[in-house]
């Protein structure tokens, strides 16, 4: 399959700075159609980009750990997307002055499809890094608890870092364990991920890690840790941002949603039914339950993914793509906040490419 005008894209993007790295793999029902790197994983050393290079997904954290570990919970009958914030954690259901306990009557599938009425985000770092390592996620918490609603639940659709934090703390509490070890028990591991993890900021690793900001109150240039700053500042583990992982493992998750999703042999890790439910577009909405799915007018994904298509951004530079009809999927990681979050080319990048690739697995189906 000729994909010439694909790789001289990724050259553009790279001469035009886009992004100083990145890796672009497109597969289509199990076989590797596309998989390339480009770049540099770190422009200060010239650490060249690889295939095995990890990257730090950002928001690709939201469905692909924290999204998957609410349905397993599910799964094993332990959480329902209808009950009530407050049924599960009730510290929500105790009045707050000024604020009563509007928060206890989100639903589950509010928070999944952000529509719970919490805000985007909040600067909490900024509080965090002033306490002790061992209080922040005690305080998180304190911090979650107390903010207001910005809109009545279930009205308006408002993007939520804050919604997926909540989560990660209801599947903790559930599961009896960290977020990160429950998603590793009950996927990764049982699909042989190894490079599909997060990162302790207590407990760094060491790996071929793409770099991304140079942190200006973290004086260093992140490689291997967190960008995100909420995330750092409460130990790395959280359910909106801290999961790292190479496009090629990132391939055979993916690979497993969609044999699961059209009933074909897989490993059995998801059930067809669950994936269906949350796979479903919600009403006035261009999201499904952790997902996204193409926006009717200037989708990231350009223009031919299908309607029943799947998929996230992460604000590093990071996105995959599944259309769920055609079973085809593009995976596309890069370091475009390297050394800056400011370059943000990426917007006008993702639906060219996403375009050109779409331009030649689909004719050649």
Request: proline share 4%; aromatic share 10%.
């Amino acid at each position: 399959m000729i994909m010439e005008n694909v790789h001289d894209l990724m050259m553009q993007a790279l001469a035009e700075n886009v992004f100083p790295g990145g890796v672009l793999l497109v597969f289509r029902e199990g076989s590797i159609l596309f998989f390339e790197a480009y770049g540099y994983a770190n422009i200060f050393s010239k650490r060249t980009m690889t295939r095995d290079t990890i990257f730090d997904l950002a928001s690709v954290t939201k469905p692909l750990a924290t999204t998957l570990a609410v349905m397993k919970l599910v799964e094993q009958g332990k959480l329902d997307i209808e009950q009530n914030l407050g049924s599960v954690l009730p510290q929500f259901l105790v009045p707050k002055p000024g604020l009563g306990n509007e928060k206890g009557q989100i639903k589950i599938k509010h928070l999944l499809g952000h529509n719970s009425g919490l805000p985007d985000h909040r600067p909490y770092y900024e509080h965090l890094r002033e306490i002790r390592p061992d209080a922040r996620r005690d305080r998180l918490k304190e911090f979650l608890l107390d903010e207001p609603l910005i809109s009545p639940v279930g009205e308006k659709t408002v993007y939520s870092d804050l919604g997926f934090m909540i989560l990660g703390w209801v599947i903790e509490h559930l599961s009896g364990t960290r977020l990160d070890r429950f998603v590793n028990e009950t996927v990764f591991s049982p699909l042989g991920l190894e490079t599909l993890f997060f990162v302790d900021v207590n407990r760094p690793r060491l790996g071929n890690f793409a770099a991304t900001e140079l942190c200006p109150w973290r004086n260093q240039v992140l490689e291997g840790l967190v960008h995100d700053d909420n995330c750092y500042s409460a130990g790395g583990i959280e359910g909106h941002a801290g999961l790292f992982a190479t496009a090629g493992e990132l391939c055979i998750l993916l690979s497993e949603l969609l044999k699961a999703f059209h009933s074909r042999f897989s490993a059995c890790v998801f059930q067809r039914n669950i994936l269906k439910a949350f796979f479903e577009r919600g009403k006035d909405t261009e999201r499904a339950l952790g997902f996204d799915m193409p926006a009717r007018q200037d989708a990231s994904c350009g223009h031919y993914f299908s309607e029943q298509s799947v998929g996230h951004l992460g604000f590093t530079g990071t996105s995959f793509w599944i259309d769920l009809d055609r079973c085809i999927s593009v995976i596309l990681l890069t370091n475009r906040v390297h050394p800056s979050r400011d370059n943000v080319k990426i917007k006008a990048f993702r639906p060219k490419i996403h375009d050109a690739v779409m331009k030649v697995v689909v004719n050649s189906i």
